[in-house]
């Protein structure tokens, strides 16, 4: 069977919009496309040192990645998994899913007017598949072995295996120009030394100005030559974008409420229900208001597995007892958040009630490496709703630590030997000891030494990456469709390699048996089959103490800006915000435009 070339894919099905569709369906292609938004941190980076966003080093500009370097494809935020033409118009996935062919339109144009040419895609992901580049770039793209151009406008992607997912990663690489690194005397900057040289990008924005590491300014490119694309239209639509960032969280709120920046996308329901008040909300300048949201993140505080004391799974078990929901969400959460109780959080790839004959055709043959709880229906978390009572839990918990040998004596839990068990949780949020501080009183009942340390950001970050931890609350993002991901948060491989996302340090062959299965589904029925059999092994081996997830963004805004009638399935607030909110016009203006 010969290989069809399509302006679109979906990893699965057929993709929702056909080939003449003229937007998305959540973008509103008639907003106004001028104005400014002034924006605040759109991460917890409190300033910037780095325009390239592509390195370990550094702090990268905010939104950098997004605003100024466009993808060889569009992925749609109303599917699991399809992408339609953007540098790329056309796509020709050869008959053994063993590569993919790109077309690049004729029309795509970089920041200094060149065109892009399949060398310069080639240049692109060459550069973010080597050691110059953060390693997250690294796995994201290691499913694609290499890159061929084979004329101006085609270049080649092979994957080191046929993976249904690997065309839609290779539609992800965002593409720059090889004259970024350029200097005027011939010679090349290294691109892990380009740090702060404005990027030769293929997004729709431009730097205008830089006043310092705490703001920046982007300028809407008007020569942008993908604006009328199906894919941009309706996105993109302020003229300006400026980022101011702030030390902390009081500072940012307080600056949003006095009315110098637009939009302020809340994370903490403490704020939302007691903060959210003030003059200017009373005359109408500012708003606030709940937008639904679909697939949680996987949040939940995790153990080191590859500390002796967390390697048998009856502790770790033991210790989610501690952990008292109810009481937060009631006491410090005004009741808006929901409890996790699946690694796919409300998504279809989420485990639910009793395996089905699929799911058991998975698991059974490891039946005698897993818990029993594996093959029941799927359990939720701890609770301590009547008739459950935290003091319950605990006893269930001391009863846990016993069966694994650990004992009070002389006043604390101790194993065989004598050995106390004492746990330092770090952490570098601020107002996680709210959350942090009621679970170590918790284990402290239970005989525990438990300590808090709170780490600024960059030391933080570099002990997870050598895995220097005993416990931590940590986030993995929600993707879509799961896939390759899988291997890099959980796979045995990645235990051991220092800056994975396998903080757990799961080593599971079982783990890995049912992660392959994820990958080699050829249909969405067989990736729902295996994500909910690798779902119930991993909240069987306890490996995350599941917290919490909120159904909905907390979003406040300047009651001058609009937003499409339709809301995207899933998205992050603030990448919606900045890509399809607008300003809407005046009273002034519109009476003008009436009267012509």
């Given at each position: 069977m010969p290989a069809q070339s399509k302006p679109s894919i979906a990893q699965y099905d057929e993709p929702k919009y056909p080939a003449e569709f003229t937007h998305f369906d959540y973008a509103n292609p008639d907003a106004p496309s001028n104005g400014s938004l002034n924006f605040q941190n759109y991460n917890e980076a409190q300033s910037y040192d780095s325009l390239n966003p592509f390195l370990v080093r550094g702090s990268p500009a905010p939104d950098i990645q997004h605003l100024m370097f466009d993808t060889l494809m569009q992925r749609s935020w109303d599917e699991l998994a399809s992408e339609y033409p953007l540098i790329a118009d056309d796509v020709e996935v050869a008959p053994d899913g063993l590569s993919a062919t790109f077309h690049i339109d004729p029309r795509a144009r970089f920041s200094n007017g060149d065109a892009v040419t399949a060398a310069d895609v080639k240049y692109s992901f060459d550069t973010l598949s080597s050691s110059a580049v953060s390693p997250l770039f690294n796995s994201q793209f290691a499913l694609i072995k290499s890159a061929t151009v084979i004329d101006a406008s085609r270049v080649r992607f092979d994957f080191r295996h046929a993976d249904r997912a690997a065309p839609l990663i290779a539609g992800d690489i965002p593409v720059f120009s090889p004259k970024w690194a350029a200097q005027a005397d011939g010679k090349r900057i290294a691109f892990d030394q380009l740090t702060n040289v404005p990027p030769i990008a293929s997004g729709p924005y431009l730097i205008e100005q830089r006043k310092n590491d705490k703001q920046i300014v982007y300028r809407r490119n008007p020569a942008y030559w993908a604006a009328?694309?199906?894919?941009?239209?309706?996105?993109?639509?302020?003229?300006?974008?400026?980022?101011?960032?702030?030390?902390?969280?009081y500072t940012q709120l307080e600056s949003f409420k006095a009315g110098d920046t637009d939009v302020q996308v809340e994370y903490s329901s403490t704020q939302w229900a007691r903060k959210y008040i003030g003059k200017n909300f009373d005359n109408g300048l500012l708003t606030r208001q709940l937008f639904s949201n679909h697939g949680a993140q996987m949040q939940g505080m995790m153990f080191n597995t590859r500390k002796p004391m967390f390697r048998d799974a009856r502790v770790r078990k033991a210790l989610s007892y501690a952990f008292d929901y109810d009481w937060m969400n009631r006491m410090m959460f005004y009741g808006q958040y929901r409890r996790l109780n699946s690694y796919f959080q409300d998504s279809p790839f989420a485990a639910s009630g009793l395996p089905s004959e699929q799911e058991l055709a998975l698991l059974e043959p490891y039946r005698a490496q897993l818990p029993a709880s594996v093959f029941a229906a799927m359990p939720k978390q701890p609770d301590t709703l009547p008739p459950h009572t935290l003091r319950d839990n605990l006893r269930q918990a001391r009863d846990l630590l016993a069966e694994a040998g650990w004992h009070v004596r002389d006043g604390q839990?101790?194993?065989?030997?004598?050995?106390?068990?004492?746990?330092?949780?770090?952490?570098?949020?601020?107002?996680?000891?709210?959350?942090?501080?009621?679970?170590?009183r918790n284990l402290q009942t239970l005989g525990i030494d438990a300590r808090l340390r709170e780490i600024d950001s960059a030391l933080y970050q570099k002990r997870l990456d050598n895995f220097e931890f005993d416990m931590t609350t940590f986030i993995y993002p929600t993707v879509t469709i799961p896939g390759v991901e899988l291997e890099h948060r959980f796979g045995t491989a990645s235990a051991s390699q220092s800056g994975s996302e396998n903080y757990p340090g799961v080593r599971s062959p079982v783990v890995d048996a049912l992660i392959r299965a994820v990958l080699r589904a050829k249909s969405l029925e067989e990736l729902q089959t295996a994500t909910h059999a690798l779902d119930r092994v991993l909240i069987a081996g306890c490996y995350q103490i599941p917290e919490y997830y909120s159904p909905a963004s907390r979003i406040a805004y300047r009651t001058s800006l609009g937003f499409p009638d339709l809301v995207p399935y899933t998205y992050q607030a603030e990448d919606w915000v900045i890509s399809y909110w607008y300003r809407k016009p005046s009273a002034a203006s519109v009476a003008s435009a009436n009267a012509h």
């Open positions: 009328d694309l199906p894919s941009r239209r309706g996105m993109y639509r302020f003229e300006r974008i400026t980022f101011k960032l702030y030390l902390d969280h839990l101790r194993d065989a030997s004598g050995t106390p068990m004492s746990i330092e949780i770090i952490d570098d949020q601020p107002g996680m000891d709210r959350v942090i501080l009621p679970f170590m």
